[in-house]
């Protein structure tokens, strides 16, 4: 993990700014084991895969900040760091280029049955012909406009595709995209692309009723959040064929990986959460925290930081050293 999210040249730039202690074991440590191994440090830059427990900010007394090498810290209890006077942070999203590229190829794999045909010829049993659908001339349906769908939008016009978004918190405002009801975009969407932040709001937005409006053949690709898509009314709805297919890099599985069920379909092409895995991505995300530890270590507030007036603890520690 630490060789995909914390590659060499970050890791000397951490160290010229502290004493680093690295975790050498082959698991991830969580709750009172990964307060042990953190003993007489004040900070922990834990991946997506460390979770930040209520139990480890009781346990590590000395703690001062808990720093996420990612955008998403749904495994950070929040609220226990706050009563507990740690705070945390969280790191810019350094993916977009890399999540909106591999939508692009999740999209030629579905049109064009890639993976299947590539598979067959893997299993040594060489496919007849199909007929494919080429992107030019259809319409890509995102459901919200952040940074990932925005370059998305960018690289589908490349494509010379139409592209509706639903965003009532945030319209699109790039020439050549239209904003849309969700009625309006499911009944059109020839691809359909969840990428909207992940609320109570936004649970199973693309649940029963939207594949019930969905147009019929069209193709899903999730790679957003997991819990964006209904996983039992997809499967549904790609056993009676209302969808024709579904591409997804998140699910219900741990880490937010597709659920194996769903994977193991024919008509679904899955990756493990990979979104974010490219040298660049994760360089980014690493930088971030090196950023913050300098920023803590001169005595300042950091970028990224989550609950900046319930961290007690690094007020009192600036305080005493001052």
Same mark, same amino acid.
């Given at each position: 993990m630490r060789g995909g999210y914390y590659a060499e040249t970050p890791l000397a730039a951490l160290r010229q700014v502290a004493e680093v202690t690295l975790h050498e074991g082959a698991l991830p440590l969580s709750g009172a084991a990964l307060a042990a191994a953190a003993a007489g440090c004040h900070c922990i830059v834990a991946d997506r895969a460390t979770p930040g427990t209520a139990e480890t900010f009781a346990a590590a007394s000395g703690l001062l900040a808990f720093l996420r090498v990612a955008v998403d810290i749904s495994t950070i209890d929040v609220p226990a760091a706050s009563a507990a006077g740690v705070l945390v942070t969280q790191a810019t999203p350094g993916f977009v280029d890399s999540v909106a590229e591999l939508a692009i190829g999740m999209m030629i794999d579905l049109a064009r049955g890639v993976s299947p045909?590539?598979?067959?010829?893997?299993?040594?049993? $060489?496919?007849?012909?199909?007929?494919?659908?080429?992107?030019?001339?259809? %319409?890509?349906?995102?459901? !919200?406009?952040?940074?990932? @769908?925005?370059?998305?939008?960018?690289?589908?016009?490349?494509f010379r595709m139409h592209i509706l978004v639903h965003d009532p918190y945030n319209p699109p405002d790039q020439p050549g995209v239209t904003a849309a009801s969700l009625d309006r975009l499911l009944a059109e969407a020839d691809f359909l692309v969840p990428l909207a932040v992940s609320t109570p709001e936004t649970r199973h937005i693309v649940g029963t009723t939207a594949f019930a409006a969905l147009k019929p053949g069209a193709l899903l690709v999730n790679l957003s959040r997991g819990e964006l898509v209904d996983e039992a009314a997809l499967a549904a709805a790609l056993d009676s064929g209302r969808l024709r297919g579904a591409a997804m890099d998140v699910g219900s599985a741990p880490d937010q990986r $597709?659920?194996?069920?769903?994977?193991?379909?024919?008509?679904?092409?899955? %990756?493990?959460?990979?979104? !974010?895995?490219?040298?660049? @991505?994760?360089?980014?995300?690493?930088m971030d925290t090196v950023r913050q530890v300098a920023a803590l270590a001169r005595g300042e507030m950091p970028p990224g930081a989550v609950n900046p007036d319930a961290a007690l603890r690094l007020r009192r520690h600036w305080q005493g050293a001052a």
């Open positions: 045909l590539a598979g067959a010829y893997h299993a040594g049993s $060489p496919p007849g012909s199909r007929m494919g659908t080429q992107l030019s001339g259809k %319409t890509l349906g995102l459901i !919200g406009w952040g940074r990932i @769908a925005r370059r998305l939008a960018e690289l589908a016009q490349a $597709p659920d194996p069920a769903l994977a193991a379909r024919p008509n679904v092409v899955a %990756t493990p959460h990979i979104g !974010g895995l490219t040298p660049e @991505a994760a360089e980014h995300q690493a």
